[in-house]
């Protein structure tokens, strides 16, 4: 009922609706309305109530829990299981114990979210740092019917779908370094972890964690000249608005749905790869290209219909695959 009325005001938030319209809406008495909004408001929403009138949202502070998710979510299946954590160590870890000790239930499409994680994980045995209230952590369940072999595509399918729910939401324009870092004014605004649990030729789950720095007015020492946080570049276009997580996890969830569902019909990028090189940040730029056999220097010109990176250099065009090399630029991050 919270997420109902929450909703319900908050497509009014210019106006009061009345309680008696809330009652006839869904359907229940006039106290279960005052009781969901006493909860509301003990939960942090400023609601104001004038008789005769009804109630208003006059405020909504950036708060994560179960029912403003709920409440955000535009989805037709991703994220109906919600499970929000106000503290866990890895949203991806919590993800891999749901799917392991789940039995039957169907786990498929069950988003992960917490305030704060203790020992949030990054690409490479990294640490992604998870304070309280600064960043949007979560991780999105799946089981697809895919040959694992194409299961790395998925973070470049989930790269493409935070930079679009980013750009909806703030209305900047964030680009992708290659394969799936999503990056604002050339610094680091979003990482991907992808995980997998399969046979040879069989998925038995993919956890997709992503963390969005929102808040953070600074960093590290050792990252803060190749990060940013939306906060911060908004700062920048002197914009003070608040950015609140669960409009943007709704955002990123719907485009995630959609671009997923796109790429399993081929189970490859060959409908998403156009879309995607015009989100590339390095397309046209000099890069290096770490390859344990022989690190080397190119042009970057867009992935292919498999998400590997094109590099021309002196005597062909290499394929690149991000499992197995990074990519530096050669004049900064990018
Ligand atoms: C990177 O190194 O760029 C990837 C960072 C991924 C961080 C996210 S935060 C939510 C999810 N849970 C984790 O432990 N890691 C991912």
Redesign the pocket.
């Known amino acids: 009922m919270k997420t109902k009325i929450l909703q319900a005001l908050r497509q009014n938030q210019d106006t009061y609706v009345s309680g008696q319209e809330l009652c006839e809406k869904f359907g229940v008495s006039r106290t279960a309305v005052w009781k969901a909004i006493k909860q509301l408001k003990e939960a942090g929403y400023e609601i104001t109530a004038v008789q005769n009138r009804g109630y208003r949202l006059v405020a909504v502070p950036d708060i994560l829990s179960e029912s403003e998710i709920a409440s955000r979510l535009r989805t037709k299946w991703l994220g109906h299981n919600v499970r929000y954590l106000e503290e866990v160590d890895?949203?991806?870890?919590e993800a891999k114990r749901i799917a392991e000790s789940a039995g039957s239930m169907d786990w498929h499409g069950t988003v992960v979210v917490a305030d704060k994680?203790t020992a949030?994980?990054?690409?490479r045995g990294?640490t992604?740092s998870?304070p309280c209230g600064t960043g949007l952590?979560?991780?999105i369940l799946i089981k697809p019917q895919i040959d694992p072999g194409n299961a790395s595509m998925l973070t470049l399918v989930k790269g493409m779908a935070t930079a679009k729910g980013i750009a909806e939401v703030t209305g900047m324009q964030p680009q992708i370094k290659w394969p799936n870092?999503v990056v604002l004014n050339g610094k680091k605004i979003v990482?991907?972890?992808t995980e997998m649990s399969a046979q040879i030729d069989y998925v038995n789950h993919i956890v997709v964690?992503?963390?969005i720095n929102v808040h953070q007015s600074e960093f590290p020492e050792e990252i803060a000249k190749t990060a940013t946080s939306l906060k911060l570049e908004m700062q920048l276009q002197g914009r003070e608005e608040q950015i609140t997580r669960a409009q943007l996890l709704g955002a990123v969830l719907s485009h995630f749905e959609r671009y997923y569902e796109i790429f399993l019909k081929t189970q490859d990028l060959s409908a998403l790869m156009e879309e995607y090189n015009g989100m590339l940040a390095n397309c046209g730029r000099s890069v290096r290209v770490l390859d344990p056999l022989g690190e080397y220097e190119g042009t970057a010109l867009g992935i292919d219909d498999r998400g590997e990176l094109l590099v021309e250099r002196e005597g062909g065009i290499s394929k690149v695959s991000s499992g197995e090399v990074s990519v530096r630029g050669i004049y900064g991050y990018i």
Do not use: Y
């Open positions: 890895s949203t991806n870890a994680q949030g994980r990054g690409r990294r992604w998870s952590f979560f991780s870092d990482g991907i972890l964690g992503t963390g």
